[in-house]
């Protein structure tokens, strides 16, 4: 199948489509690998998860020039963000490798209990296409460094990278049928991943729809898994906010990579009192945004992922349109002028007058669509947040901390972040509730999800 450039639509390469066979013959390597792996010190691991980030570090400019091309998002975006970031979770997890613990129980005068914390064995992680190498590092780094041998699927839309990867991890001695990497769509490869027998795990990242169909098929098989599907995350902005930080961070958890981010901000609900002012402001901002060639170190938008996903894109704004909305600015595709002049670029859109209930605020666009609404006080500002099937992320703007605390507690979703966004902590558990997904990554959360705990009891008291 064809690997297209979206910012161009020139064809980068050809990727096959894998099959059941092809599949099987992965898991065969990884199980003549998997008990040398699973018997390897945690220091072992560390060497290793830590030669691949330093790897990555050295080949920056290639990874990020691959990046950009796979998805048309900028290159700085990409050189500065998405791969420090593969590095970085790398580097994370290869220190989970030595530190991570098991736990005891002292039962006085009678026994101790303790328990082992045992790679699954064979797993499989698939990964979405926004942020390719960067989500695919933050499934395969814990994975192998709980000991676990890794099959493993990029997007098809955003493949270059992973296989990059590959062989970044042989130079650095990862052996060989540890990690598997395997390209192909969701309906053939995907699939026979899914239903593999040997594969007792799934970490998979993507559409809702995609995880709940997994989750029908894994359940049944009693596979183990960890869905972080999609988002339609609120951001909520209180009359004493910081004013000019807000705005300017509003404008970055909206349209960064596109919107094309799990995490973006698409419901930005505006206290009554500065509603009028901080939508102009806001609108303002938008339209300045330069949007052009991701290879230009000046362009802030890039292209959508590919044409498919823009004509969603552009659906969605004409059903905007038909249930009453109006729309401040953008809301059409922009035409680049160059080698990106078949490119899929559509201008930021800010919409206004919906309801929290049409199709527009429930179901997730993820392109760069942003929707406002007004609210009077806090009581109406949850309601709306919490008007959502979805449950990833939250922003709240304000500077009242115990304002802050109260709509923590009350928001009905995994992560909140306070006067901030896209702060992340990687010890911190990452994942949402309701239709966003199942599980958590993240720290020890992940090294938990990619074993299995036994409990060991010890008597200890002699039989009188």
């Not at 990862?174 to 040997?198: C, K």
Request: with cysteine.
């Amino acid at each position: 199948m064809d690997n297209t450039n979206p910012a161009t639509g020139e064809i980068i390469s050809l990727i096959p489509i894998s099959d059941a066979l092809d599949v099987d013959m992965a898991v065969r390597s990884a199980r003549q690998a998997a008990q040398s792996w699973k018997s390897s010190s945690g220091e072992l691991r560390f060497r290793i998860l830590s030669r691949i980030a330093d790897l990555i570090d050295r080949d920056i400019e290639a990874l990020a020039l691959a990046e950009t091309n796979d998805t048309g998002k900028p290159l700085h975006v990409s050189r500065s963000v998405d791969i420090p970031r593969a590095a970085s979770n790398f580097r994370f997890f290869a220190t989970a490798a030595m530190q991570f613990s098991s736990e005891s129980h002292w039962m006085p005068g009678k026994a101790i209990n303790y328990t082992l914390r045992q790679p699954i064995g064979i797993v499989a992680c698939i990964s979405p296409w926004n942020l390719p190498l960067y989500l695919f590092s933050w499934k395969i780094a814990p994975a192998l460094a709980a000991g676990n041998c890794v099959i493993s699927k990029p997007s098809e839309l955003s493949p270059t990278t992973a296989m990059m990867l590959g062989k970044i991890c042989t130079e650095a001695g990862l052996p060989s049928g540890v990690l598997n990497i395997i390209l192909g769509d969701g309906p053939t490869t995907g699939q026979a991943i899914i239903d593999h027998e040997d594969i007792s795990a799934i970490s998979f990242t993507g559409g809702t729809k995609t995880g709940a169909h997994i989750a029908t098929q894994a359940a049944p098989r009693f596979k183990k898994l960890s869905l972080e599907l999609g988002g339609k995350n609120p951001c909520i902005i209180f009359e004493d906010c910081d004013y000019e930080l807000t705005l300017r961070e509003v404008q970055r958890l909206s349209f960064s990579n596109q919107g094309q981010i799990c995490l973006c901000g698409s419901r930005i609900l505006i206290q009554e009192s500065i509603y009028n002012k901080f939508r102009d402001d806001l609108v303002s901002r938008i339209q300045a945004l330069r949007i052009g060639d991701p290879l230009i170190a000046e362009t802030q938008i890039g292209s959508v992922i590919s044409s498919a996903h823009a004509e969603k894109v552009m659906s969605y704004i004409s059903l905007a349109q038909q249930e009453g909305g109006k729309i401040l600015c953008g809301g059409s595709r922009y035409q680049v002028e160059g080698r990106c002049s078949n490119g899929n670029f559509i201008r930021p859109t800010i919409l206004e007058n919906l309801g929290p209930n049409c199709r527009t605020n429930m179901e997730e666009i993820f392109g760069p669509v942003i929707s406002l609404q007004v609210f009077k006080d806090e009581e109406e500002a949850l309601q709306l947040a919490n008007a959502s099937r979805y449950g990833l992320a939250s922003t709240v703007w304000t500077s009242d901390l115990q304002k802050a605390h109260r709509m923590a507690e009350k928001l009905n979703t995994g992560i909140v972040w306070i006067n901030c966004w896209l702060l992340r902590d990687l010890r911190t558990p990452f994942g949402g509730m309701n239709d966003s997904g199942v599980g958590r990554e993240g720290g020890w959360e992940a090294m938990k999800f990619f074993t299995e705990a036994k409990n060991v009891c010890i008597k200890t008291e002699r039989n009188s």
